[in-house]
Nanobody
Framework: QVYLVESGGGLVQAGDSLRLSCVASGRTFSSYAMAWFRQAPGKEREFVAS????????YYADSVKGRFTISRDDAVNTVYLQMNMLKPEDTADYYC???????????????WGQGTQVTVSS
């Protein structure tokens, strides 16, 4: 079992930055691929970014490419999502997830956090 706790969300203005954190506990964090998904009101949960567990290869949704950066620090069991140049359409609940591969499909992830809310005003 892996337990994930997100933090760092909040209310910001368009163009601002935020950094989300996700701290993991339980089984060996370093052996899991990690990802961020988001879900806006009335919409399905969508892939944002992921990072593999060995090569640190990263993947991004086209909508955030060039603005968001995912990273991980296995020494402190934490994955981050640095979000720059935020837009109102980035408003959503952001979820951290752990799985065997750095997939874009949410069904490939076994463990999920409770989410942190990000609101971007125009």
């Amino acid at each position: 079992q892996v337990y994930l706790v997100e933090s760092g969300g909040g209310l910001v203005q368009a163009g601002d930055s935020l950094r989300l954190s996700c701290v993991a506990s339980g089984r060996t964090f370093s052996s899991y691929a990690m990802a961020w998904f988001r879900q806006a009101p009335g919409k399905e949960r969508e892939f944002v970014a992921s990072i593999s567990w060995r090569s640190r290869t990263t993947y991004y949704a086209d909508s955030v490419k060039g603005r968001f950066t995912i990273s991980r620090d296995d020494a402190v069991n934490t994955v981050y999502l640095q979000m720059n140049m935020l837009k109102p359409e980035d408003t959503a609940d952001y979820y951290c997830a752990a799985g065997q591969t750095a997939a874009t499909d949410r069904r490939r992830y076994d463990y999920w956090g409770q989410g942190t809310q990000v609101t971007v005003s125009s």
